[in-house]
């Protein structure tokens, strides 16, 4: 009887013990299952959407000549640089604009290479490697006359350049503030973000006036009629250091000093433009920046600092400011021999803006004149660039303009005509060939790197960036 009852308490024990390796071996088993379905899905998911390994990127070695396989294979490896899956945020929380004013496509092609060995292919530019590229289209080509003035607005605020609004002789005139277009900048400061603008050029400009929110076709007062200043009209240099959008920037570095105050230090070094502007009111706003931001800094601790010459940024503890106001010549920078290099400029910038909490926006112009040179001042940029750390959260952009409005014509652009003509275009001398290849109005190049620099493609208009940026900006401003 007792032997009886342990056989089966040993069976009972036996099935229980069978019951939980059956339970153990059917959860590995499903396990092993789901796993493949999920490897089977993954893969079949690469292939419909073109996420390749890039250990599998490969070519037929043994079918091609071996005068070719060194080619291949440094083709292969920057094949597999391409088909990385980018990592990082979905969105940016900065954004690093380059606008090269003065250069196009051509001017790429004819200095990027050095010397006459041209086996490294595009080597020379950072901006080569950047994974998209957009073109954006000349509009102004299309239009007589063509509104100039008006095209760094377009650019800026994404409003089509016909239909920009047009300065008002009559300040009294003017519509309520509220519908005043805002720049990308002015957007920017509305969402939470740190903002800097740096420029090889003044700040009069026209980038400076677009990006300012400025209206007015006058850089000072000098050149604004009389019955426009009794209106109440105000100058672009004005309305950049008492406007909201210019009383906002962290960063402003660039020339321009003759435009802001009457009486400035002329040097052999740095001499005022006698064709530019020249303030005659007796106005001094650099005091009046000085002034605003000492009240502003009674309300709010804030730190901030004037400097105008290139020994004085560079010896700048520039991270320790909130804000950083550098006059750098009197007239555009390119008349100041001493003034400061662009890369010490954009360094210098970026220690303002890069705050642990905060995102940024900063605007480079570089202005490219005619009868400067164009591949010195290329590897100037390419220096600035190449030494910008790289950051996952930033989206950085370059876009090349060659600046340059030629009369337009009005039911065709003139490179579309220019196509059209090939056949009658090629059999003239080659310097009228030449001569009529660069007089085509050619469109901006846009090169973009980072977060969502894959929305930043094909053949847009002007206005794209604008919206392409508004939009960034928008999924970027900091969380409340």
């Given amino acids: 009887m007792v032997t ?18 059956f339970i153990v071996a059917g959860t590995c088993l499903i396990t092993v299952l789901v796993t493949l379905l999920c490897i089977g899905f993954m893969t079949r998911y690469e292939v419909d959407n073109e996420v390749a390994n890039v250990a599998d990127v490969d070519y037929w070695k043994d079918k091609v000549a071996s005068s070719q396989k060194i080619w291949y294979d440094k083709g292969i490896d920057e094949l597999n640089e391409a088909l990385r899956t980018p990592r990082g945020p979905i969105y940016p929380k900065n954004l690093r604009i380059f606008l090269i004013q003065g250069v196009d496509g051509r001017d790429l092609a004819a200095y990027r290479f050095s010397g006459k060995d041209l086996s490294n292919g595009n080597t020379n530019f950072v901006w080569d490697k950047f994974p998209h590229f957009a073109r954006l289209k000349n509009t102004c080509s299309q239009q007589f006359p063509c509104p100039i003035s ?6 800026w605020t994404g409003i089509p350049l016909d239909k920009i609004p047009e300065a008002q002789p009559d300040c009294g005139n003017l519509v309520n503030e509220t519908e005043t277009p805002f720049s990308v900048l002015r957007q920017a400061q509305l969402a939470g973000l740190l903002t800097g ?8 400009g026209s980038t400076g006036a677009a990006l300012g929110n400025t209206n007015s076709n006058y850089e000072c007062d000098e050149r604004m009629p009389l019955g426009s200043l009794k209106s ?5 240099a004005r309305q950049l250091i008492t406007g909201e959008t210019g009383k906002s920037l962290n960063v402003i570095i660039g020339g321009g000093r003759q435009m802001l105050s009457s009486l400035v230090p002329k040097s052999i070094s740095d001499p005022v433009d006698e064709l530019l502007c020249e303030s005659n009111d007796g106005r001094n706003l650099l005091k009046e920046w000085r002034n605003q931001k000492l009240k502003e800094s009674k309300v709010k601790p804030i730190k901030f600092e004037l400097v105008q010459r290139a020994d004085e940024l560079e010896s700048l503890n520039a991270s320790n400011f909130d804000f950083l ?5 009197n007239g555009d920078l390119s008349g100041n021999s001493n003034a400061p290099s662009l890369k010490l ?6 220690q303002v803006l890069k705050k642990k909490n905060q995102g940024y926006l900063l605007i480079v112009e570089q202005f490219i004149q005619s009868g400067m040179n164009k591949r010195k001042e290329l590897q100037l940029l390419n220096e600035t660039l190449t030494n910008l750390k790289r950051e996952e959260d930033t ?4 876009l090349l303009t060659n600046a340059i409005y030629p009369k337009p014509i009005l039911d065709m652009s003139e490179e579309t005509e220019t196509i059209n003509q090939l056949s009658e275009t090629f059999n003239e001398a080659e310097f009228q060939i030449q001569e009529t290849l660069y007089q085509m109005p050619s469109e901006s190049l846009l090169f973009a790197i980072g977060p969502k620099s894959s929305i930043f493609h094909g053949v847009q208009k002007e206005t794209f960036i604008a919206h392409a940026v508004s939009h960034v900006l928008s999924k970027s401003s900091p969380k409340t």
């Fill in 232 to 236: 109440g009209c105000q100058d672009i």
């Fill in 395 to 398: 989206l950085t952009l370059v």
């Fill in 4 to 21: 009886t009852k342990r056989n089966k308490e040993f069976c009972q024990k036996v099935r229980l013990k069978s019951t939980q390796v």
């Fill in 150 to 155: 008006s095209v760094a607005k377009s650019l």
């Fill in 197 to 204: 603008f740096v420029t090889t050029q003044r700040f009069t």
């Fill in 325 to 329: 106001f550098g006059v750098m010549a």
């Fill in 345 to 350: 400029m954009v360094e210098k910038s970026l």
